[in-house]
């Protein structure tokens, strides 16, 4: 444990090779963004790309923009830049619909590969979506599927002979725990079974590898580390190896080999692009191609390690000044098995949330008990971190979380 005060946090700033990076970013003043992990902020670009978009494209030249402004190209140069960031090669990635509809095409393929076998295996504590898909999908089947819940920090135990697929967050949304995908991945195709690895909460937070890992499909979203905005399209990705093999089961006609041709009957086009549905949504996609820029030139190795300096900085600093108020932190010290957040259990977890919101200290709750603070080193300076836990002990020695409107319950927490 190191001993931090101001002084302290002001000097790892001077020191920080990654603070020149948080100009690429319009945060408002005043504000801790401590829920990247959520919805990234704003990077700059962002609007006047929109503007340009609007007014000149859309306007201007309406539907011949698809051909003279290479709208069609979208979601394969975002699945280039996302490809560099996941270890994965350009041709194996594409921006794509949601997280939600790309786990099922990614559980649908991975089961036609497996013929044989009738379980899809998932974590009981995965993200609720995760777990409903593949309940959805083994439903819609008929009677000889079945989803299984297993262990998330010991998944191997749960896997046998009729294990097809396995669907795994490789970072826990509530605890940040994080998983080691080479080892997990070869593991589970030791037992004859393929993977699936959801990156919500791993693309943009750290280095990925998912060739080095010999993984066979993944998705992820776009709107969190990645900083694409509200609803922002998510990404998909399947190895090489596995995909002109089958053809995954949306079979919209931006998916055939010839979409112009409008034939009566499907042709899946080879590679990637059969993954594509339907017309991808423009705006939201324009928006997350220039927030992408704001990695260029990063080096995600360096973020990993300014990651689990904050991420340490801040355990440290709730433990030391806040712990007599019962904060029990949820996430793992061990700086190797953990995301980019840091999460603590409290029975009053929920109104303590919202009196940091209200004195701008952004973090979010999870249920039952979880506050939940993302750590993204690209804007997040050491000071950010001193002033966060010092307003939380200021909330707590005061009681000031304990107001009748703290505890209302909003639609969104």
């Not at 000044?321 to 098995?337: I, K, P, Q, S, W």
């Amino acid at each position: 444990m190191k001993n931090w005060d101001l002084t302290a946090a002001r000097a790892a700033d001077r020191k920080d090779d990654l603070a020149r990076f948080r100009s690429r970013f319009e945060l408002p003043d005043g504000v801790i963004y401590l829920d990247g992990n959520s919805l990234g902020p704003l990077p700059v670009g962002v609007r006047e790309r929109i503007s340009e978009l609007i007014d000149n494209e859309w306007r201007n030249s309406l539907i011949r923009s698809w051909n003279a402004h290479d709208w069609s190209d979208l979601p394969f140069e975002i699945g280039r830049k996302i490809a560099k960031m996941i270890g994965a090669e350009a041709d194996e990635v594409v921006c794509v619909d949601s997280t939600s509809i790309n786990i099922f095409k990614n559980l649908s393929t991975a089961l036609q590969l497996r013929p044989d076998r009738q379980v899809i295996a998932t974590p009981k504590g995965n993200f609720p979506t995760d777990i409903y898909i593949a309940e959805g999908l083994s439903k819609q089947l008929g009677g000889n599927y079945s989803v299984r819940l297993i262990d998330h920090e010991d998944p191997i135990a749960g896997i046998d002979d009729d294990v097809a697929v396995v669907l795994l967050t490789q970072t826990d949304y509530r605890t940040g725990y994080k998983l080691d995908m080479t080892a997990i991945t070869q593991a589970i195709h030791d037992k004859g079974a393929l993977v699936v690895w959801d990156l919500a909460h791993s693309a943009g937070a750290f280095p990925v590898d998912l060739n080095g890992a010999k993984a066979d499909f993944a998705v992820g979203c776009g709107y969190k580390y990645l900083n694409g905005g509200p609803g922002a399209p998510a990404f998909l990705y399947v190895a090489k190896r596995h995909q002109n093999l089958v053809e995954q089961p949306l079979a919209g006609w931006h998916g055939h080999a010839e979409p112009f041709a409008f034939e009566s009957h499907y042709r899946p086009a080879d590679g990637i692009l059969r993954n594509i549905c339907g017309t991808s949504p423009i705006l939201s996609m324009a928006s997350l191609n220039v927030a992408l820029d704001a990695f260029e030139g990063v080096d995600m190795q360096m973020v990993q390690n300014k990651s689990q300096a904050l991420c340490d900085m801040f355990i440290d600093l709730v433990e030391s000044r806040c712990g007599e108020f019962g904060f029990v932190l949820a996430t793992t010290r061990d700086a190797g098995r953990r995301g980019s957040q840091v999460s603590f259990h409290h029975e009053n977890g929920y109104p303590i949330m919202q009196a940091l919101i209200a004195r701008d200290v952004i973090g979010d709750f999870r249920a039952p008990d979880i506050l939940r603070f993302g750590f993204t080193p690209l804007y997040l300076s050491f000071e950010d971190v001193w002033n966060a836990v010092e307003i939380l002990h200021q909330i707590m020695e005061s009681g000031n979380w304990d107001q009748e409107r703290f505890h209302i319950r909003a639609a969104v927490t």
